[in-house]
């Protein structure tokens, strides 16, 4: 704090105004200590600017004053957008610098996540003005997929000014039966979601895959494309349909328990089958794929053991899990 006079990076903050911290079940962001009073604007909030314009030929040229946003409502801005996205707290610490990559899929996946945030323009059209693609990540638990999605959107939202949204697909069926019950309709609950510049779908495939669900995702999925509007995905499900015909029977009964068996066939099974045909040939337009392999380790069993130099674990990457 205090460092700009002498042109160092605050130690907060790291230079970029603003930090993200946990706040109960939500990620939340605020203006850092060392941004929060404004010398370019006293703390007015607004800064007039010259412009030049033609009014008439035959006056010509004329410079006029216009009151514009200082640089610090802006960034105030950007936060309240921020702490509109919904990101849960459990990944308010995410970036594509702490991001760590156990496999080329991991590394694949940082690499167009980052690709996607970093050239992604306000309006979300690609450079042939069709809309921007986003991603679909799919892969094992624990493997940093919303903390890719966080990161993607944390950058979106600060860096770019966009408005995003992150959702958990099961909290949004549970949030519209509750919406139901207070005598609103899906769309309306839907309608925000289908507008807002960029979605996060997280978990996409989870849930009971019944026709109400079915329903309104392909409603959600739909409007958007329709709108030609930008949406990343994340998923447990396989993108891949030869893992279909790798699928090993499962283990000898008794041997793991029935969550864990239950948890392998729902992973063995791929999303195409989870979402229907026509939901699935849209991702495929909207989207890159990234799939990360099975054994892709689970970074909340293993944190410990990665993050210890590979000859202090023996016994392999999974003993210590807890
Ligand atoms: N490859 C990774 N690099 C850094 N942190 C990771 C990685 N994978 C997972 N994590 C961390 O582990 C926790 C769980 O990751 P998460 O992104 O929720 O996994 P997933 O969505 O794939 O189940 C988060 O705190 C996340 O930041
Ligand atoms: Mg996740
Ligand atoms: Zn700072
Ligand atoms: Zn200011």
């Not at 638990?141 to 099961?170: C, P, Q």
């Amino acid at each position: 704090m205090g460092a700009k006079a002498t042109g160092e990076a605050c130690a907060v903050c790291g230079g970029r105004t603003w930090v993200l911290e946990r706040r109960g079940d939500v990620a939340m962001a605020r203006v850092c200590a060392c941004s929060e009073s404004c010398s370019v604007c006293d703390g007015r909030g607004h800064v007039l600017v010259e412009r030049e314009a033609v009014f008439s030929q035959k006056m010509g040229p004329r410079l006029y004053e216009v009151m514009e946003p200082c640089i610090c409502t802006r960034r105030r801005r950007r936060v309240a957008l921020f702490n509109d996205v919904g990101l849960p707290g459990v990944v308010s610490h995410a970036s594509f610098d702490n991001y760590r990559a156990f496999n080329e899929a991991q590394d694949r996946g940082r690499g167009v996540a980052m690709h996607f945030a970093h050239q992604y323009v306000k309006g979300g059209t690609d450079a042939k003005g069709g809309p921007a693609k986003g991603f679909i990540l799919s892969g094992p638990v624990g493997t940093g997929k919303t903390h890719l999605m966080a990161a993607t959107l944390a950058h979106l939202v600060l860096e770019v000014g966009i408005r995003a949204r992150y959702v958990e697909i099961s909290l949004l069926y549970a949030t519209i039966r509750r919406g139901f019950q207070e005598g609103k309709s899906g769309g309306e609950i839907i309608g925000p979601l289908s507008d807002v510049e960029v979605l996060a779908i997280d978990e996409l495939g989870k849930g009971r895959g019944s026709p109400f669900e079915m329903e309104t995702l392909d409603e959600l999925i739909a409007r958007r494309y329709n709108a030609g509007r930008t949406t990343l995905f994340a998923t447990n499900y396989s993108l891949e349909p030869e893992r279909k015909a790798l699928r090993t029977p499962s283990a000898p009964a008794g041997y793991r328990t029935t969550e864990d068996a239950r948890n392998t066939a729902r992973e063995a099974e791929l999303l195409r089958e989870r979402v229907g045909e026509r939901i699935y040939s849209r991702l495929c337009e909207m989207c890159t794929f990234v799939e990360l392999p099975r054994d892709t380790p689970d970074r909340r069993r293993t944190r410990q053991e990665m993050d210890a130099p590979m000859h202090h674990a023996p016994g392999g990457l999974r003993s210590a899990g807890r």
